[in-house]
C-alpha cells in the first residue's frame, strides 16, 4: 500500500524555521539521499534528492517524525537512541523506505551525529542505485582495458602481416603455375581481410574528436533513414522525441556511428520478426535531471533509447557485450557494440543495457549544458 504522509496522520507536525533550513542547502547539490533531524526524530531539513525519493514536498517532510517513512520504524529510534549516547561515530544498517506512489526502496542507510549538538545526519544510499554505481565503474574499467588492449593487440598483428603479404607478392613473382599462385593469392587476400580488421579496430583512436554542434534529433533521423532504406519492410521504426532536448557540444558523426551501430545490431536480432512482419524499434529522446554516472553529478543528461522487440541479448554475452569481438551472430564481427561505447564516452557518456526476450533497451546517456 502507498503511503500517506506523516502529516495527513493528524500527527503533530513541529514547524522548522527557514533560517535552520536553508543551513543544509548545501546537500541539494548531493546525489545521495540526505536529511538532518533532531535527536528526537523530527526532521530538520529534506535534500532534494530525498524529496524525489519520497514523492513528498520538502514542507510535508520537514517537522515530521523521519521514523514514519520507513517500513520498520523501530531502527530509526534504536539508531537515534545510540547516536545520542555517543555509541558509535557512525552507525550502518539497511532498511526500506516508504514511498508516495511507489513500492519500498530498499536502502542502506548511514547514521552519524553531526557538528551542531542534538542533530544528526541520515544519509540513504538506494541499493539499486549503489549497484548500478558499481556497474558503471565496472563499465568505464572494462572500456579503457579494452581500448589498451585493441591497440597493442592491432600493432602486434599489422607488422607480421606486412611482412607475410609482402612475402606472398614476391612469391607470386617467382613461380609460373597457375596452381601455385592461386595459392599465394589466398595468402594476399586472406592477409588484406586481417588488415581491414585491424583498421576497424584502430579507426576510432586515430580518427580526430570534430566538436560542433549537435541535434540529437538529427542524429536519430540520419540514422533512422539509413535503417528504413536497409531494412523497408517487416520493421517499423518509431520516433518518440522529447523536441525540448537542447543542442550541445559534440561530435555529429561519432554520434551517427554509435546510434547506428546498436540500431543495426538491433535490425538484425529482428530478422524472424521483420519476417513475420511486426518488427520495431523505437528511438527514445528524454532530459534526464540530477543524475550520477561515470562516477560525476550532472545537472541535464541526454538520455537517447533504442528498444527493440526482439528475442534479447543471449544470456551467455549479456554481460560482455561491450567487448570487442564478442558477437551473438553468426558472421558479425563484434566490434560495433565497442565502438559505439568508445564513441558516446569520448563524450563523456556511457551506454548500458536492459535485455529481456522481447525488449531489450540500449540507453545512452550524455551530459548536457
Do not use: W
Not at 84 to 105: C, G, H, I, M, V
Not at 197 to 224: F, K, M, Q, S, T
Not at 235 to 248: G, N
Not at 362 to 368: A, E, S, T
Amino acid at each position: 500500500m502507498n503511503p500517506t504522509s506523516p502529516a495527513s496522520k493528524g500527527r503533530s507536525v513541529r514547524p522548522v524555521s527557514p533560517a535552520t533550513s536553508a543551513r543544509f542547502h548545501a546537500f541539494d547539490l548531493l546525489a545521495t539521499l540526505v536529511s538532518v533531524l533532531r535527536a528526537d526524530g523530527t526532521v530538520l531539513f529534506a535534500n532534494a534528492a530525498l524529496e524525489d525519493a519520497l514523492g513528498f514536498s520538502r514542507r510535508t517532510i520537514e517537522g515530521s517524525s523521519f521514523a514514519d517513512f520507513f517500513t520498520e520504524p523501530h531502527l530509526v529510534q534504536n539508531a537515534l537512541d545510540g547516536a545520542q549516547s555517543n555509541e558509535f561515530a557512525a552507525l550502518r544498517y539497511d532498511a526500506f523506505l516508504k514511498r508516495a506512489t511507489y513500492e519500498p526502496l530498499p536502502v542502506h542507510v548511514i547514521v552519524a551525529p553531526a557538528e551542531e549538538p542534538g542533530e544528526i545526519i541520515i544519509e540513504l544510499l538506494p541499493q539499486e542505485q549503489q549497484a548500478r554505481q558499481d556497474r558503471e565503474e565496472r563499465l568505464i574499467d572494462q572500456a579503457q582495458a579494452n581500448k589498451e588492449l585493441i591497440r597493442n593487440l592491432a600493432h602486434e598483428i599489422k607488422n607480421p602481416l606486412g611482412g607475410i603479404r609482402g612475402a606472398a607478392q614476391l612469391l607470386e613473382m617467382e613461380i609460373d603455375s597457375r596452381d601455385l599462385i592461386e595459392y599465394t593469392q589466398v595468402i594476399i587476400h586472406e592477409a588484406d581481410r586481417l588488415q581491414a580488421l585491424v583498421d576497424r579496430l584502430l579507426a576510432p583512436h586515430r580518427r580526430p574528436h570534430v566538436v560542433g554542434d549537435v541535434n540529437i534529433h538529427e542524429v536519430c533521423e540520419r540514422v533512422r533513414s539509413l535503417i528504413v532504406a536497409e531494412f523497408p519492410r517487416g520493421l517499423k521504426v518509431v520516433r518518440d522525441y522529447d523536441t525540448s532536448i537542447p543542442e550541445f557540444r559534440g561530435d555529429r558523426e561519432q554520434l551517427i556511428q554509435a546510434v547506428l551501430n546498436i540500431t543495426h545490431n538491433a535490425a538484425q536480432a529482428l530478422a524472424e520478426r521483420i519476417a513475420a512482419g511486426d518488427a520495431q524499434i523505437t528511438l527514445r529522446t528524454r532530459v534526464a535531471r540530477q543524475v550520477t554516472f561515470g562516477k560525476q553529478r550532472y545537472r541535464l543528461a541526454l538520455e537517447l533509447h533504442v528498444i527493440d522487440n526482439g528475442p534479447g541479448v543471449p544470456e551467455s554475452i549479456k554481460s560482455r557485450i561491450f567487448y570487442p569481438l564478442v558477437s551473438g551472430r553468426d558472421g558479425g564481427s563484434g566490434l560495433g557494440l565497442t565502438l559505439a561505447q568508445t564513441f558516446v564516452q569520448q563524450h563523456h557518456g556511457l551506454i548500458e543495457c536492459e535485455s529481456v526476450p522481447g525488449r531489450t533497451d540500449f540507453k545512452l546517456l550524455i551530459p548536457l549544458p
